[in-house]
């Protein structure tokens, strides 16, 4: 059975950090491209970072661009997520996704491109 579960989430106040951990069990995702999404209450899931299969590629979303940082670590199938100087308007559940297909083309940044999702964390930025 394949599982991607996401940990690191909670409250923190804006200006704050935390990192995000996806852990994928069931199957090997070391030749897929890995990415982030988040979804606000009330508004669609929307894309933050995305990591390419070997780790060398990463794209982020206008949003976060700057303030995130995307890494996978391919021994443990785990990809992570750091967001610095958060903002209320980052509050959301954060959701990792996987590919189930080999390709060269990156970055994909929409969700109909990514097959396997975690349950989510939910991160709550206060202000």
């Known amino acids: 059975q394949v599982q991607l579960v996401e940990s690191g989430g909670g409250l923190v106040q804006a200006g704050g950090s935390l990192r995000l951990s996806c852990a994928a069990s069931?199957?090997?995702?070391?030749?897929?491209?890995m990415a982030w999404f988040r979804q606000a209450p009330g508004k669609e899931r929307e894309f933050v970072a995305t990591?390419?299969?070997?780790?060398?590629?990463?794209y982020y979303a206008d949003a976060v661009k700057g303030r995130a940082n995307i890494s996978r670590d391919n021994a443990k199938d785990t990809i992570y997520l750091r967001m610095n100087s958060l903002e209320p308007e980052d509050t959301a559940v954060y959701y990792c996704?996987?590919?189930?297909?080999?390709?060269?083309?990156?970055?994909?940044?929409?969700?109909?491109?990514?097959?396997?999702w975690g349950q989510g964390t939910q991160v709550t930025v206060s202000s």
């Open positions: 996704a996987s590919q189930d297909f080999w390709t060269v083309r990156f970055p994909y940044t929409t969700t109909s491109d990514y097959t396997y």
């Open positions: 069931g199957r090997t995702f070391v030749n897929f491209h």
């Open positions: 990591i390419s299969r070997s780790g060398d590629g990463t």
